[in-house]
């Protein structure tokens, strides 16, 4: 086992242009949309995590609790600040974010504290495969330099990380059937969530459905993301013995470590 490092890298974004993925406005939109999701997500994720940090008998895994906290923090503060460079673009997406967070912190209350776990455990491996496919699939070449730099750290710690809420959910509780509700959780609220969000944007950008349509086809040379993250996700997640380290990909986060100058895990 290893333990993830904490990093915060200088990032200064102010020039990110509007459209900053492939010169394309639809799929800028649908990548802003799951951006405009990670602050509150990501400390979502922490206060699920926190409420059972005191249950984890393992030493190490306790120590991979206190990293991923650190981790999430920085990633939570640095979307922050992109979310400050959409709104000088013009974007208005503070009634979207007050509504996304109302909703959310409204289901979180009335959640019981294993499913929020179980559903933070099921977004990671999302959020893992996002992670993944920005190394492996070439995703990260179409992307502003800076808006490249701020991805790529956090795909290279999502990756890092992806394993620990797995690990303390099957240390509270390893039910299948929990972790299959969670999944369930996680799917119906990052999709729902990511395509309201998605179609926010776009809307200010005054891209119609065949506009939007049309843009995305030049893009299809890869992989679709609905596939890739939901729907080969979901069939790994669903296997009874599977474990996020099943994903072997913690030498692409090594690799861009490696290339930036940052310390990268050591096995414990």
Do not use: C
């Not at 109302?102 to 179980?118: D, F, G, H, V, Y």
């Not at 929990?178 to 950008?205: E, I, K, P």
């Amino acid at each position: 086992m290893a333990i993830p490092i904490p990093r915060d890298p200088d990032l200064d974004l102010h020039d990110v242009p509007r459209h900053w993925l492939a010169n394309n406005a639809a799929a800028t939109a649908i990548s802003n949309g799951i951006n405009l999701l990670f602050p509150a997500g990501e400390r979502f994720f922490v206060r699920s995590v926190h409420r059972f940090a005191d249950q984890v008998a393992d030493p190490v895994l306790r120590e991979q609790v206190r990293a991923f906290f650190k981790q999430e923090g920085h990633h939570a503060r640095a979307h922050d600040r992109f979310n400050d460079v959409l709104r000088a673009h013009g974007f208005q997406i503070d009634d979207f974010l007050a509504t996304y967070e109302r909703i959310s912190r409204w289901i979180e209350a009335r959640m019981p504290a294993k499913m929020n776990l179980a559903g933070t455990a099921a977004a990671e491996h999302f959020t893992a495969i996002l992670a993944d496919g920005a190394f492996s699939k070439g995703i990260l070449d179409d992307l502003h330099p800076k808006m490249r730099e701020l991805l790529a750290w956090h795909a290279a710690e999502e990756i890092e990380h992806k394993a620990v809420a797995f690990d303390v959910l099957r240390a509270v509780d390893p039910s299948y059937a929990l972790r299959m509700a969670g999944l369930a959780y996680a799917t119906v609220l990052l999709g729902s969530y990511w395509f309201a969000a998605s179609v926010m944007l776009m809307r200010q950008d005054k891209l119609g459905l065949r506009g939007a349509l049309r843009q995305l086809a030049e893009m299809r040379r890869r992989e679709p993301v609905i596939r890739r993250v939901f729907v080969r996700g979901i069939r790994q997640y669903a296997r009874r013995d599977f474990h996020p380290d099943d994903n072997d990909n913690a030498h692409l986060a090594a690799r861009w470590f490696q290339a930036h100058g940052m310390p990268f895990t050591e096995a414990a």
